[in-house]
């Protein structure tokens, strides 16, 4: 167990949690080929210590664990703020379990035996995003998330577009900033609930509806025809990060269109 190191400006960090140390080595090898900076730990409770103590972008967790059940660690890892990724390597191919994963708030897995080349893969996608949408958590990075010239300020928890300054309600603010965390993927409305409103959440996919028109209303240069939170066809929406070219819009004065516009 060592201190989070920090990597250079822009790439991600990375948890490793493994109790297998020729695995966790051959894991860190390749991830640190990749440029990532990487942790170690040999078990869920020094992961997650780790986790506590320096906010990562990623952790890869093995589920098999001594100890504390690398589920129950999932579901720790994924209560903290800012969440990091979650990728479950597991042993256990039983579909049941693939499930319960997802559902402790893993964002992906990977079955063991895996080739490095998988692993590193799914990392990849994982993280993908625009160069400007890497995340920087930790050490009072963390305050804001860039996707394109959308900026979404933890802080203030408001967002910026351009130089318009957008003023949100809390879930509207949870919505965007858990859209801003993964841009280009589609959600559905079911997911957007339990992610945003919370598993427990006793509400309708319409309350989902709603927010996003509001916010939709509030950061589309045309509500009517969305190009950032996009509807997807089959089902779901994403945000599509936009562009970093000055827009004209935001010359424009900041507000809703007037009531007597066309
Ligand atoms: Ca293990």
């Known amino acids: 167990m060592g201190e989070m190191p920090t990597g250079p400006s822009g790439f991600a960090r990375i948890l490793v949690i493994e109790d297998d140390p ?9 991830l640190e080929k990749e440029q ?17 103590g320096q906010p990562c972008t990623l952790v890869i967790l093995d589920l098999g664990l001594p100890g504390v059940d690398g589920l129950e660690i999932c579901r720790q890892l994924s209560a903290l703020t800012p969440r990091p990724l979650i ?9 049941i379990d693939r499930v319960r994963g997802l559902d402790s708030g ?9 080739s ?23 050490d009072g990075a963390a305050r804001t998330v860039a996707v394109g010239s959308l900026l979404i300020d933890r802080w203030e928890r408001c967002a910026k577009l351009g130089a318009r300054r957008i003023e949100l309600t809390t879930k509207e603010f949870d919505l965007l ?5 993964h841009p280009q993927r589609v959600f559905s409305r079911a997911e957007l609930l339990d992610a945003v409103w919370g598993t427990g959440y006793e509400g309708y996919e319409h309350t989902v509806n709603s927010h996003l028109n509001r916010l939709r209303a509030k950061i589309e240069h045309d509500p009517t025809h969305p190009a950032m939170l996009v509807t ?19 010359l424009m004065p900041p507000g809703p269109p007037s009531a007597d516009g066309p």
């Open 177 to 181: 900033l858990w859209f801003g965390r």
């Open 106 to 114: 893993a964002d992906d897995y990977v079955v063991k035996p895996f």
């Open 22 to 30: 020729d695995i966790r080595d051959v894991i860190r090898m390749h």
């Open 116 to 138: 490095m080349l998988e692993l590193v893969a799914r990392v990849r996608a994982l993280l993908r995003r625009p160069p400007l949408a890497v995340e920087q958590c930790g």
């Open 87 to 95: 990728l479950i390597l597991t042993a256990r191919s039983a579909e």
């Open 36 to 52: 990532f900076a990487v942790a170690t730990a040999e078990s869920g409770l020094q992961g997650l210590a780790l986790a506590q």
């Open 232 to 250: 997807v066809r089959g089902g779901g929406y994403k945000l599509v990060p936009p562009a970093l070219e000055p827009m004209s819009a935001s």
